[in-house]
């Protein structure tokens, strides 16, 4: 059983910064690639960026390059999302997800796992 735990979400002024986290087992990291994707009220759930499981990639969505930083820390099993410059647009239910693959991450279909996600909401 594949568990993921979000947690980090919360309220913050345009600018401002959050760190996601999201905490999973030891046989979970070693063997999925892990992944942050978002979903905004009446929009669609969209990619965010992932980290692979082989080689620690990160790839990044266009709209939060620059500005968001996937990373892992493998010791405590965790990946992070450090999120910095934070927009309006930005404001979502932040999911983590655990895919077997280990490059084209992007789509979410070939996701297995998913976490219940975190609220990030951005204020004026």
């Known amino acids: 059983q594949v568990q993921l735990v979000e947690s980090g979400g919360g309220l913050v002024q345009a600018g401002g910064s959050l760190r996601l986290s999201c905490a999973t087992s030891r046989r979970t990291f070693s063997f999925y690639t892990l992944a942050w994707f978002r979903q905004a009220p009446g929009k669609e759930r969209e990619f965010v960026a992932a980290?692979?499981?082989?080689?620690?990639?990160?790839y990044y969505a266009d709209y939060v390059k620059g500005r968001f930083t996937i990373s892992r820390e493998i010791i405590q099993n965790t990946v992070y999302l450090q999120m910095n410059a934070l927009e309006h647009e930005d404001a979502a239910v932040y999911y983590c997800?655990?895919?077997?693959?280990?490059?084209?991450?992007?789509?979410?279909?070939?996701?297995?796992?998913w976490g219940q996600g975190t609220q990030v909401t951005v204020s004026s």
């Open positions: 980290i692979t499981r082989s080689d620690g990639n990160a």
């Open positions: 997800a655990a895919a077997p693959v280990t490059s084209n991450p992007e789509p979410d279909v070939r996701y297995l796992y």
